[in-house]
């Protein structure tokens, strides 16, 4: 069994940052791409960005330049660093983790952030 528990959302005024956290716990093995999507009230979720086994990452437009995502193979953590936050960047954050053979998507419960003045 596998779980995702995701850390790090709030509540923070634009320009700020926030950090967001996503560790695997469980029969762990052969961990793949990871992942954060988000999705705002009444939008579709979208990929913010994603990384490969390898370390390659991929980001929406929207966010190039102002998130950085990373990972700790050791700790099964891949992590979302979020700067320049933006109202419209308020939604709630999902992590997804693909592991093992062959691969299967694991979703974390998802994070609210929330940029407000």
């Known amino acids: 069994q596998v779980q995702l528990v995701e850390s790090g959302g709030g509540l923070v005024q634009p320009g700020g940052s926030l950090r967001l956290s996503c560790a695997a716990s469980?029969?762990?093995?052969?961990?793949?791409?990871m992942g954060w999507y988000r999705q705002a009230p009444g939008k579709q979720r979208e990929l913010v960005a994603g990384?490969?086994?390898?370390?390659?990452?991929n980001y929406a437009d929207s966010v190039k330049g102002r998130f950085t995502i990373s990972r700790d193979n050791a700790k099964n953590t891949v992590y979302l660093q979020m700067n320049s936050l933006k109202p419209e960047d308020t939604a709630v954050y999902y992590c997804?983790?693909?592991?093992?053979?062959?691969?299967?998507?694991?979703w974390g419960q998802g994070t609210q952030v929330t940029v407000s003045s």
């Open positions: 997804r983790q693909s592991i093992g053979r062959p691969p299967r998507d694991y």
């Open positions: 469980g029969s762990i093995f052969n961990i793949n791409a």
């Open positions: 990384i490969s086994s390898g370390g390659s990452t």
